[in-house]
């Protein structure tokens, strides 16, 4: 029995960005689609979706000593999205980590507007990352990211009934519309364990491998 088409569309999309050179991919995309020229150009759109975050502008905000983030930037972060972790095919880089989101004050809750690229239904449950959470007396925790429970990919990917997560936005643009896509932002609500005393800073990390997370904005409540 032949598999789904998006299940064959899934499966040459995941193994091609295993690739690590364009020639290596257009080999694999060759032998793969075959003569099936609409799925070779779909299987590539996505692709360049992924490699170029397709019409959002990711900003690069790894710590300076002169200009520690701050949350009004973070809250104001549309089109300034916080990347970390990725190494595009294009050779742009963004950190690890970003250190010392600056907050200052208590709050009964955290809430955190985010997505994740590079992922799809065979990472469900793996940490990609985490927010660290830095108390004004000197305390921390740490809220990790979760495949499949806190976000997943910002393009829909097939099979993924029965999530977790929570979809706070979606929308179209031109080549989620060509794809029959849509793009997604979800939200992770923390309640803080101590409402009485501040939040002094928090630290957006992503773990060693893909797929990655970014953050839009954070609320605090």
């Given amino acids: 029995m032949s598999e789904p088409q998006d ?3 899934e499966i040459i999309f995941e193994k091609a960005l295993a690739f690590a050179t364009a020639e290596a991919r257009d080999a694999y995309l060759a032998g793969a689609c075959g003569n099936d020229e609409a799925l070779r150009q779909k299987i590539e ?3 360049r979706a992924h490699e170029k975050a397709a019409d959002l502008k990711f900003l690069n905000m790894a710590r300076r000593e002169d200009e520690p983030p701050t949350l009004g930037r973070v809250a104001s972060a549309i089109p300034e999205l916080i990347q970390v972790g990725t ?3 294009t050779g742009e880089k963004y950190p690890k980590r970003v250190l010392d989101i600056a907050v200052g004050r208590p709050c009964k809750r955290l809430h955190f507007l985010h ?3 590079n992922a799809s239904a065979r990472n469900d449950g793996m940490q990609i990352g985490s927010y660290i959470i ?5 305390q ?14 910002w393009w829909s990917q097939p099979n993924e009934q029965n999530k977790r997560f929570v979809i706070a936005w979606s929308g179209v643009n031109d080549l989620a519309r ?19 005393v501040a939040v002094k800073s928090i630290d957006f990390v992503s ?8 953050l839009v904005a954070i609320t605090l409540e």
């Fill in 7 to 9: 299940q064959r569309e």
């Fill in 45 to 47: 759109a996505l692709i």
């Fill in 87 to 89: 190494e595009t095919s």
């Fill in 115 to 117: 997505s994740a690229i």
């Fill in 134 to 138: 830095h108390y004004a007396d000197g």
């Fill in 140 to 153: 921390q925790r740490v809220i990790p990211l979760v495949i499949g429970q806190d976000l997943a990919d």
């Fill in 178 to 196: 060509q794809l029959g896509r849509t793009i997604r932002l979800f939200k992770t609500t923390w309640e803080n364990p101590f409402p009485e």
């Fill in 207 to 214: 773990s060693p491998d893909e797929p990655d997370p970014f």
